[in-house]
């Protein structure tokens, strides 16, 4: 997993005030995602939350601002695949066209080692790889706040 946040909006503590901040989960509808989500939901940030089952994450969502109606309309789904490079290239222009800024990035999405057989990418890329490690670096180039902790 990867992790990104600016200076800007680093949590000073698990209670932070993340109201006004944006920030993009990739596999934000389950485990660990799941709950970064509603962490990030619970303190105030809008939080674009990737997955490659639109219906999975949209009734995430929805359940979402059902138990929690607060968090209604900061919660918002874009559609990811990393099994690709370019599905990597239209997850980060989804996010683009849904937000102006991003001020952290949790690349979350990963596929478990060893869960299935040794696969290739169409990339030529072992799966693994490709969808924990060879996508992490697009999102962040792609839309950078004004201050970068590289």
């Known amino acids: 997993m990867g992790f990104y946040i600016s200076k800007l909006t680093a949590p000073d503590s698990p209670t932070s005030d993340l109201t006004g901040k944006v920030y993009v989960v990739t596999g934000g509808a389950a485990g660990i995602g799941y709950h970064t989500s509603f962490n990030l939901l619970s303190r105030g940030a809008t939080v674009l939350i990737g997955g490659r089952t639109p219906d999975k994450v949209k009734k995430v969502i929805e359940q979402l601002e059902i138990d929690h109606?607060?968090?209604t309309g900061r919660a918002k789904f874009f559609e990811m695949n990393f099994d690709t490079l370019q599905g990597a290239k239209e997850g980060a222009e989804r996010v683009l066209g849904?937000?102006?800024r991003i001020d952290g990035l949790v690349n979350n999405a990963g596929r478990l080692a060893g869960a299935g057989p040794y696969e290739l990418s169409k990339?030529?890329?072992e799966m693994v790889c490709q969808v924990k490690y060879g996508t992490a670096p697009r999102?962040?180039?792609r839309k950078k706040p004004a201050d970068r902790v590289d």
Do not use: K, N, Q
């Open 139 to 141: 999102a962040p180039e």
């Open 123 to 125: 990339d030529g890329i």
């Open 98 to 100: 849904l937000v102006d």
């Open 69 to 71: 109606p607060e968090f």
